[in-house]
């Protein structure tokens, strides 16, 4: 009899683990958290990077995330929450040469999930300026199969936007789309 209750006690701790590594989200705070919040002051030596991502999902997926590296070293520099369908970011980077290298996602109730591959790239050529990269927009099908990727311009709608948005962030617009790989 003590045995048994042994052998349940570890088969409870074990389901108990294995229910908590199944719900695991990526950490969207410290490092990794680059979004420029309302009110809040663009460090020194970094730029403002905008634009907007619009996902759409038959599949009816949960939670997604894009990453962001830096080209030169190869590190992971920041993960983009995506909201429901997505909506505008605004991001604090120092200048240097990025990829939006994927877009992760995990399905409802935690199961299911892939990786889309995104390989966009675009560059942040100096400090204290905005950086408008486009709207990436993205559309998958029921089976959450790619239908369609894309980089939009809708630089007059965006600026107006931060304006809104982020009143206290100032400086020169660059217009630098993000550039996906070729073979899309």
Not at 94 to 108: Q, S, W
Request: hydrophobic fraction near 40%; charge should be positive; proline fraction near 5%.
């Amino acid at each position: 009899m003590k045995r048994l209750k042994t052998v349940i006690r570890g088969i409870i701790k074990l389901a108990v683990v294995f229910s908590l590594a199944g719900c695991a989200s990526p950490d969207y705070r410290g490092v990794l958290n680059r979004d420029l919040v309302a009110g809040a002051v663009v460090p020194q030596g970094e730029s403002v990077v905008f634009g907007e991502v619009l996902v759409n999902y038959s599949a009816g997926l949960a939670e997604s995330w894009i990453n962001v590296y830096d080209e030169k070293s190869s590190r992971k520099v920041l993960l983009q929450p995506v909201r429901k369908f997505g909506g505008p970011f605004y991001w604090h980077l120092p200048p240097g040469r990025y990829l939006a290298l994927d877009l992760e996602t995990v399905g409802l109730g935690g199961y299911g999930g892939s990786s889309l591959r995104i390989y966009g790239k675009f560059s942040v050529d100096s400090p204290s300026q905005l950086v408008y990269i486009g709207r990436l927009q993205i559309a998958f099908d029921r089976r959450g199969s790619v239908l369609s990727m894309m980089v939009k311009d809708d630089f007059d709608e965006a600026v107006g936007r931060i304006h809104a948005d982020r009143p206290t962030v100032q400086g020169p617009i660059t217009k630098n789309l993000l550039q996906l790989e070729k073979s899309r």
